[in-house]
């Protein structure tokens, strides 16, 4: 492609003169000469930066800079950044990873899970397989091009028999909905095989009810020209999704589907797949997470023992109910949406010796809705156990785009006193795990619940226990 091909490809106005692409779609911190950088925004050191490194061109949603003082780099500016990032997608996948077989998994909650455990399923073996969620899943928001990047390297290394990519079921930018999302990147990945996790409430502000969650998430659906959809049965909006594309072979997972979970193991029809005591975990999010996973590499053609292999030599993702310590157990779990909180909690109640501590940050700048929202699922899964409930706002390591705001925090315990359960507020996540640490019993269980507000937990714990030691 040349750079007047790309900008009219992605309804783009082309500053400069024009001229061929020879490299791959990067970031700027990345970008080496004769490739294109998309970003967000670029400023004039952006575009110097871009010019020293002899880049092909700049693609760009927010030009902040005189474009009569723009270098010799042609600058594309566009209306829809996502159009770009989808081109780059498909571009770099077409012309370094064509002949791989590629899976979306996309979903509200458990996505992370199940596309690292397919990917997992697949490695151990033997099989060459990219992914885009790591261990902090900072790379599957496919809002930029980093993806992209790292599909053109993983190439140069090794010819990708296997691609699972996590699809973002709803993103934004700026308050801005990236409509389609999901049906967007999808269409650019052109998987064989869709798999659907669930469909809940989250993004509040992005989505305004679980009927617009619905669309966004069936978009993925609504993208594929033949293949495979992988939908959890016990899921009911899921569900409904079977009748979306009649171009689409539908596989169930879960209690209405051939692999399904029971009290001695994974089955798949009259077979026993693996049993209980051989999972890594056993908690209700999890097993959804893994019926999901069996289902796709089943589909895929992997045997009983690749995947008995692979589930059992599962390891999760960091937060995702990660067990820190022991005496009292302390357990972390990314529960940033309703029902992520109530499937946690089960989870965590279901396994007592002692008393339960639950310690949950609030949402920091991301509106009273979805902390009414977290707030009333948080009591309703308490409200009938012996818990110590602290609520933090984490003021002490969020960043300022994490901050609890005031009418933030308001609601929230607001919601808890409405429904007579008794908390403790404290400030600081510091606070909030030095008190737990030193009042639970080692017969206890503790619970952290949150999203960004929670993520530091775990250091602060490591760094808390070796003080007392």
Known sequence: MDIEEIAGRISGKLLGNGGEFRGKFTTLGAAEEGDIVIRHWIDDRGIQIASERGVAAIITQDLRSDASKVLDVPIILVDRIEIANALALSWTINRFASSSRRIAVTGTNGKSTTTHMINHIITTAGRSSYTNTDSRSEFNTLIDPVVAQ?????????????????????????????????????????????????VAMDHIGLVESVDDV????????????????????????????????????????GSHGPVRYTGNGIHCGDDLIIQTDELPF?????????????????????????????VETYRALKRRFTHLMDNPRVIDDFAHNPDGIRATVRSAACDLKGRLWVVNAIRGSRGEDIN???????????????????????????????????????????????????????????????RVLENAEPSDTVLLLGAQGMDPAADVIGDLTRKSS
């Open 214 to 253: 619905f669309r966004e998430v069936s978009g993925a659906l609504r993208a594929m020209d033949s293949g495979v959809a992988v939908l959890n049965s016990d899921d009911e909006r899921v569900r409904a999704m079977a009748d979306i594309n009649p171009l689409l072979r539908t596989v169930f997972y």
């Open 372 to 434: 009414i929202m977290n707030a009333e699922a948080l009591a309703e899964s308490l409200k009938d156990l012996d818990v110590e409930l602290i609520v933090t706002s984490s003021s002490d390591l969020v960043d300022e785009q994490n901050r609890v705001l005031e009418n933030e925090r308001r609601v929230f315990l607001h919601v808890l006193d409405e429904n007579g359960i008794g908390y403790t507020h404290i400030e600081n996540l510091r606070d909030a795990l030095r």
């Open 282 to 310: 056993t908690g209700e999010h999890f097993i959804q997470n893994t019926l999901a996973a069996i289902t796709a590499a089943l589909e895929l053609g992997f045997s009983y023992e690749d995947v008995r292999r692979g």
């Open 150 to 198: 790292h599909i053109a390297e993983a190439a140069s290394r090794e010819q990708l028999e296997f691609m699972v990519i996590e699809v973002s079921e709803v993103q934004g930018w700026l308050g801005r909905v990236m409509r389609d999302h999901a049906q967007l990147m999808t269409s650019a990945i052109q998987p064989e095989m869709v798999v659907i996790t669930n």
